[in-house]
């Protein structure tokens, strides 16, 4: 309460009667010592400019030990919310003190955001939020959701000794793999040369078995028919190119995945990808629109992948394209986190603005955490929007940080102009 909101700094006095003015509060500390530190406030017509503690009880500055701690000697002021008398430092001095209002109305309001009878705990009060205020919060904590993701492709980027298209392939080829797979996809595609994918992208059989042997599902005694045979011996005449092993098979997961998402057929579907779209650069990241990336995205597996989703045992025919949930799986987590990555190398404002602008042409995602916030009449009207929600939640929700969100303060603020 003392950090974030406003009205409850109004109007203060000391416990010794003199006028008190918060001119800034400090900033939270999260190291020993006093609670704020940087804090200016106004005692008296005197300006003092220090450190503030808070406790419930005055009585706790001294069951916690911080009358005998030299380290509390700059404390400016001790804030508490139920007064029992002054308290001296270590030095000997009598430190200021101030007894924060807090009404009923905001005391209810906190045990209703701290004690939530639903998630998100604010459910219950998004009716009552401008919708202005609310989307702008929610658009900025999705800027920063994509900002996040680019992080690892800014690393993958710095590496000189990869081009832009190899790194593009690597980051892509892990988007392949979520949400479960994504680690071993990222093995996968870093243990393979792109060069060596870029000779051999004229022949959709050479790339899946480079892909599928060094993912560990070739040479198996569980694989039979002419197909696996012959990726076989593809991989065979290849494996001298290659500096390391095959993955373990084991490192796969299966669980809870829909068949159309094991990757066995993400990994034919990648195969597909590049044998039609090498440059990859060039002929998905230079798409003109949305629904041109879309398209060039839009290919399928091999015809022995209509039949199945594992090599061991056939099923009745589905071709197995890359369908549009994939593709936004994709642009989400592989080409917006890219293009920003990119754009922050090369100091070009038009990848950024290009990532920005992709997820605002998105549909918003539909998932647990977005049927939450439909439930309470917040829907997102783009992926951009779906992807601030998603972080509002993971950040602030389920972490119970209310105090930390604007959502939270402003219900809080609201609660002070009303009645107790």
């Known amino acids: 309460m003392w950090e974030h909101t406003r009205c409850s700094r109004t109007g203060l006095i000391t416990t010794c009667g003199k006028p008190l003015e918060v001119i800034h509060p400090g900033h939270r500390n999260i190291h020993a010592g006093a609670d704020f530190t940087g804090a200016l406030i106004r005692i008296g017509g005197l300006v003092w400019g220090g450190s503030v503690e808070v406790h419930l009880r005055s009585g706790d500055w001294k069951r916690h030990g911080h009358h005998l701690d030299p380290a509390y000697n700059n404390v400016i002021l001790h804030v508490v919310l139920h007064y029992e008398g002054e308290i001296i430092n270590a030095s000997g001095q009598q430190v200021p003190s101030c007894r924060l209002k807090i009404t009923e109305p905001v005391v209810k309001r906190a045990e209703q955001l701290f004690v939530p009878k639903c998630e998100p705990a604010c459910g219950p009060f998004l009716g009552q939020a401008e919708r202005p205020f609310l989307f702008t919060w929610i658009r900025q904590l999705g800027r920063k959701r994509s900002e996040q993701k680019s992080h690892p492709d800014s690393e993958i980027l710095s590496n000189r000794a990869l081009s832009r298209e190899e790194c593009f392939f690597r980051i892509l080829g892990r988007g392949f793999g979520l949400p479960v797979n994504a680690a071993p996809f990222e093995w996968l595609v870093s243990m393979i040369p792109y060069s060596l994918m870029a000779e051999a992208r004229h022949s ?217």
Request: charged fraction near 20%.
């Open 204 to 420: 959709l059989p050479d790339l899946e078995a480079i892909l599928f042997g060094q993912a560990g599902f070739l040479g198996s005694p569980a694989g039979s028919g002419s197909y696996y045979t012959s990726l076989t011996e593809r991989y065979r005449s290849y494996r001298k190119y290659l500096q390391s092993g095959p993955l373990d098979a084991r490192l796969w997961k299966y669980l809870r995945l829909r068949p159309a998402a094991f990757p066995t057929v993400r990994i034919a579907q990648f195969a597909s990808l590049l044998h039609h779209r090498i440059p990859l650069i060039a002929s998905i990241l230079e798409a003109g629109s949305l629904p041109e990336m879309e398209q060039r995205f839009r290919v399928k597996a091999s015809e022995f992948w209509d039949t199945h989703y594992l090599f061991q045992r056939s099923t009745s025919q589905v071709c197995k394209f890359i369908g549009p949930q994939t593709f936004h799986i994709l642009v989400i987590n592989a080409v917006v986190p890219f293009l920003r990555a990119l754009g922050r190398a090369e100091k070009r404002k038009k990848y950024t603005g290009r990532a920005h602008d992709l997820l605002l042409e998105m549909e918003a995602e539909s998932n647990h955490v977005i049927k939450k916030w439909i439930t309470f009449g917040v829907r997102p009207g783009n992926a951009l929007e779906s992807q601030g929600l998603i972080q509002l939640y993971w950040e602030f929700c389920s972490e119970q940080r209310c105090l930390f969100c604007k959502l939270g303060i402003n219900i809080l603020e609201d609660s002070m102009n009303e009645k107790p």
